[in-house]
């Protein structure tokens, strides 16, 4: 079973209004994604990183920015936040090496007034 | 044409009968493939992996890979009601995208009683 980590799980907020979403995992994977999905729309790469300091905007262009200090640790940040931010966020996370199989946290929904 | 693309459903099967999903993918240097489960409103949840050519199989769930033709598939037999779900197809991206999941639209599956 994955040991990764979301919270909030449900956040309501005002536009304007400062966010970070964290996510946190202790199997010791490298290697941490977050996506954005919108209800019954595909899943959109926004960031990931391969280990600590490491960080890289993902397919879909997005206005958060993301850090790695340490390896288990991968925030989210949204400085203003604004209705098209609106979605359901995952995070997920997979060790190099053999087969790399990718867990996600449960998810993170945004709902910005 | 999509990275990775699925049948596009929505697929409807009885119960007790056999689902079978498809899966393309265009990136001849990805070399793992994994199919994940995803509940509506919930976070996608891995149901197999397959990294050799053949078939694969885990209780009801069976996955076949096959690399020259570059197809993927994941069948469930005795399909139960509590298999309703979009299940997503993914591949390990290769080249210098290697480390990160290429997924697939999703297909939606409803198992009726």
């Known amino acids: 079973e994955a040991d990764i980590y979301q919270t909030p799980r449900y956040l309501v907020i005002g536009t304007g209004k400062k966010i970070t979403l964290e996510c946190s995992q202790t199997m010791g994977h490298d290697k941490m994604y977050w996506y954005q999905q919108d209800p019954g729309m595909e899943l959109h790469l926004i960031h990931y990183s391969y280990g600590v300091n490491s960080t890289e905007k993902g397919d879909l262009s997005s206005e958060s920015t993301v850090s790695r200090i340490r390896t288990e640790h991968f925030p989210l940040t949204l400085e203003s936040a604004r209705p098209s931010h609106t979605s359901q966020y995952l995070c997920a996370s997979r060790m190099t090496g053999y087969q790399e199989t990718q867990y996600f946290g449960p998810g993170t929904r945004l709902l910005v007034l | 044409q999509k990275e990775v693309e699925q049948n596009s459903g929505p697929l409807s099967v009885p119960e007790g009968a056999i689902a079978s999903l498809n899966c393309t993918y265009s990136d001849r240097g990805s070399q793992s493939f994994f199919w994940y489960r995803q509940y509506s409103g919930k976070s996608p949840e891995l149901i197999m992996f397959i990294y050799s050519n053949g078939d694969k199989e885990d209780g009801r769930f069976t996955a076949q890979l096959n690399k020259a033709s570059q197809y993927v598939s994941l069948l469930i037999r005795d399909s139960q009601p509590s298999d309703s779900a979009t299940y997503l197809c993914?591949?390990?991206?290769?080249?210098?995208?290697?480390?990160?999941?290429?997924f697939g639209q999703g297909t939606i599956l409803t198992v009726h009683p």
């Open positions: 993914a591949a390990n991206a290769g080249g210098t995208s290697y480390g990160k999941l290429t």
